[in-house]
């Protein structure tokens, strides 16, 4: 019954979905997981839960004109794709990037439903965005920009209805502007947007949440094969939020980040990658990572980002976009002698990378559980803004690494319970669908 399963309800979505590969690649990957699941409950496949999942509550799309600093207009296209709030409102980041267009923000969405129920925390899964460009732009050209954006996005969006983030081109500058427009046309002040700067509502601990919870996350991959990071030489691709803190909490606890990248190619430093000289050159003087190298005489650059996965390594954490390692990476990977493999981006590893870890004996962190900590300190926001009151650092890094060790937990033991032991993809995706599952169970068909 469940390769029938499977084949049938894959040839629907990609029927009804056409040309959206990345939506597709993220369905297939759970569809394949779960239909275990659905062989062992009749009454999910009687209810066709899984059949409901794969199409979103609604697909938002919108035109955003703006007018630029020569005075021309320009237009681009708007999206919100909230696709279950059956366990909470929907919640998932905004990106803004020339790449987005409908079946990426869908295959973002479907994947932040299973990963946001991992984090214990009462929030639905949607993602959003734009294939607007902020690179390049000036403040002036992003604010009129977000204004746009959230003058049609406000009707569709709540705090208790739909509450996005950042991911992707949008960091706090366009939080900032996205926040003071919804504010400005609702007149509310209420917690809307995560993300958010701490004097205006934001968490302590937010901008470093998703990189600390990929490497508590692997920390726990670690010990269960008896190793920590003291020691470790560590690769990181990407340069942005999640690369910088995951390679911040990595040193703290000992490893040697020797390796990161922006999409125009990579460093490498024998030495082992200064932050105070990168987070100066991304986060400050918004530059290119060549300018790494250029303060730096033990490193040294390398155009293409690809090439960062042939650097040998113990630890890979891609933290860059969808579909960085593909199998000829992951080979190169596993020749050199990486153990552990932690997804920071979304989906950032192929089916063949995937398959071709698991195969090796590479533990695999996916990012439905790996990455997770960034949405699970997104609804200690919520949280944090509905009480009008502020947690201390600490506290929310104490929180976060609680959710971060029963993702894990939940990972581990749903694949156990459904013959996949040792392969937390798959644990990933069964935990979070028996959750999503249940909870729509209850509520009947709609």
Same mark, same amino acid.
């Given at each position: ?45 009687k ?30 296209? #708007? !999206?919100?794709?909230? @696709?279950? $709030? &059956? ?5 998932? %980041?905004?990106?803004?990037?020339? /790449? ?8 973002? #969405? !479907?994947?932040?439903? @299973?990963? $946001? &129920? ?5 929030? %639905?899964?949607?993602?959003?965005? /734009? ?13 009129? @920009? ?100 995951a390679?911040?909490k ?35 003087e ?18 293409g ?21 593909d ?56 949280s ?22 029963s ?25 979070g ?14």
């Amino acid at each position: 019954m469940s390769k029938q399963f499977v084949e049938g309800l894959m040839e629907t979505v990609v029927a009804r979905n056409p040309g959206e590969t990345e939506f597709h690649q993220a369905a297939q990957e759970v569809i394949d997981s779960v239909a275990p699941v659905i062989d062992k409950h009749p009454e999910f496949a009687k209810a066709k839960i899984l059949e409901r999942l794969v199409e979103p509550d609604r697909q938002i799309m919108f035109r955003v004109p703006w007018v630029d600093d020569k005075g021309v207009v320009q237009v681009n296209r #708007g !999206f919100r794709v909230q @696709f279950s $709030n &059956a366990i909470g409102p929907y919640k998932g %980041g905004l990106r803004f990037h020339p /790449s987005v267009y409908l079946g990426i923000i869908k295959f973002l #969405g !479907f994947e932040q439903v @299973f990963k $946001n &129920a991992l984090t214990t925390t009462p929030i %639905g899964g949607g993602k959003g965005g /734009s294939d607007f460009d902020p690179k390049g732009k000036s403040d002036a050209e992003v604010m009129r @920009f977000c204004q746009s954006f959230m003058s049609e996005l406000f009707r569709h969006i709540g705090p208790d209805v739909d509450v996005p983030a950042g991911d992707i081109g949008v960091g706090g500058r366009e939080i900032g502007f996205l926040y003071g427009q919804y504010k400005k046309i609702t007149n509310t002040f209420v917690g809307i947007l995560t993300g958010k700067a701490t004097e205006y509502g934001g968490s302590l601990a937010r901008t470093e949440a998703t990189g600390y919870g990929l490497v508590y996350f692997v920390t726990r991959m670690l010990e269960a094969r008896h190793k920590s990071w003291k020691g470790l030489n560590v690769v990181i691709s990407g340069s942005g939020n999640v690369a910088i803190y995951a390679a911040q909490k990595a040193q703290q606890l000992g490893a040697n980040v020797i390796a990161m990248s922006d999409s125009s190619g990579y460093v490498v430093d024998s030495k082992g990658i200064r932050l105070d000289t990168l987070r100066r050159i991304k986060e400050v003087e918004r530059g290119r990572i060549r300018e790494y190298a250029d303060a730096h005489d033990s490193a040294e650059y390398h155009e293409g980002w690809q090439g960062i996965w042939s650097v040998k390594c113990d630890v890979a954490l891609p933290s860059a976009t969808q579909n960085e390692i593909d199998g000829a990476a992951a080979a190169a990977l596993i020749k050199n002698g990486c153990i552990a493999v932690g997804e920071g981006a979304n989906m950032p590893s192929t089916p063949e990378a995937i398959e071709a870890f698991l195969d090796a004996g590479v533990s695999f962190g996916p990012a439905k559980a790996a990455n997770a900590g960034g949405v699970a300190t997104s609804a200690l926001e919520m949280s944090q803004n509905s009480m009008r009151l502020n947690w201390p650092f600490e506290e929310v890094d104490a929180r976060l690494k609680q959710i971060m060790n029963s993702a894990y937990d939940q990972c581990v033991e749903a694949a156990e319970a459904y013959g996949a032991e040792g392969n937390l993809a798959a644990g990933a995706n069964i935990a979070g669908f028996l959750k999503v599952a249940r909870a729509m169970l209850a509520q009947g068909i709609v």
